[in-house]
């Protein structure tokens, strides 16, 4: 027995579940794109807000930051929902998932705005933490915020489209 066959036996109570429920499945769905916007939406309104501070005072740019210490939480729970959701919507269907190439480029588009969300969040800190740094620094500091930012956007855009092409082409 492959390993994919034995995953498959090993999800094929869930699968039956999910199939033979309205209720569970429609739930897990709208559980998964509800995630995704308040998670998604809250990440693009801190990374406009992050691109609109620019060169603009530090009192602005300090306020930014408690902006972004305070969406981490909201952001990094909704991706919990997101991933323990996607494994319930994969579960259901392995055999087609796991296969797909949409579903692996997906899957790593993921990982990416995670590796992204640690660069931001440490380059968030070193800003917070050191707020006597010399100006070329924090120049330096901010134009990595600014494409982690634009990263961001970019990442749950693709990420949004992805899902799509893997729902319809799967």
Do not use: C
């Not at 995704?36 to 620019?54: E, P, Q, Y």
């Not at 933490?129 to 749950?156: F, G, N």
Request: charged share 15%; proline share 3%.
């Amino acid at each position: 027995m492959s390993m994919l066959e034995r995953a498959v036996e090993v999800v094929a109570p869930w699968q039956t579940v999910f199939e033979n429920s309205t209720l569970l499945s429609t739930s897990v769905i709208a559980l998964h794109l509800t995630a995704l916007l308040v998670g998604g939406g809250l990440a693009i309104a801190a990374d406009r807000s992050t691109l609109r501070v620019g060169n603009t005072a530090p009192d602005d740019r300090q306020r930014q930051l408690a902006e972004l210490g305070a969406v981490h939480r909201p952001v990094l729970t909704a991706l919990t929902v997101l991933f323990v959701s996607g494994v319930a919507l994969t579960a259901a269907d392995l055999e087609t998932y796991i296969v797909s190439p949409v579903y692996w480029i997906k899957f790593g588009f993921i990982v990416l705005l995670l590796v992204n969300g640690v660069v931001m969040t440490r380059t968030e800190g070193a800003l917070r933490r050191d707020s006597a740094l010399a100006p070329t620094v924090a120049q330096s500091l901010w134009r990595r915020m600014r494409a982690s930012a634009w990263t961001s956007i970019a990442l749950w855009i693709a990420t949004l489209v992805l899902g799509t092409a893997l729902v319809n082409m799967a």
